[in-house]
Nanobody, 122 residues
Framework: QVQLVESGGGLVQAGDSLRLSCAASGRTFTSYARGWFRQSPGKEREFVAA????????RYADSVKGRFTISRDNAKNTVYLQMNSLKPEDTAVYYC???????????????WGQGTQVTVSS
């Protein structure tokens, strides 16, 4: 079956960095856009970053622009999220996703991972 698995989350201090990874199995997502979303307790899942199938187009939420970088390695069927200058408000469960279109909405992505926890202390 199709599976997306996030890794790399953890507990860090404000200003620190983390690199999240999302490996896919069960099928190849070369032709799919890939995205990262996050969700805090009591809040809706929100868009963080997305990248086109070729890696040529990227999009970021204003709240992370300049701090986070999304990238992908199609040979490894993996997408990454480099997170720098982390803030306490970045604390959330981070989910990777795959879909046919590069969008900023959760409903347009049809494959999702289980999430990885990122906690940033002040």
């Amino acid at each position: 079956q199709v599976q997306l698995v996030e890794s790399g989350g953890g507990l860090v201090q404000a200003g620190d960095s983390l690199r999240l990874s999302c490996a896919a199995s069960g099928r190849t997502f070369t032709s799919y856009a890939r995205g990262w979303f996050r969700q805090s307790p009591g809040k809706e899942r929100e868009f963080v970053a997305a990248i086109s199938w070729s890696g040529g187009n990227t999009r970021y939420a204003d709240s992370v622009k300049g701090r986070f970088t999304i990238s992908r390695d199609n040979a490894k069927n993996t997408v990454y999220l480099q997170m720098n200058s982390l803030k306490p408000e970045d604390t959330a469960v981070y989910y990777c996703a795959a879909g046919k279109l590069l969008t900023t909405t959760t409903q347009t992505y049809n494959y999702w991972g289980q999430g990885t926890q990122v906690t940033v202390s002040s």
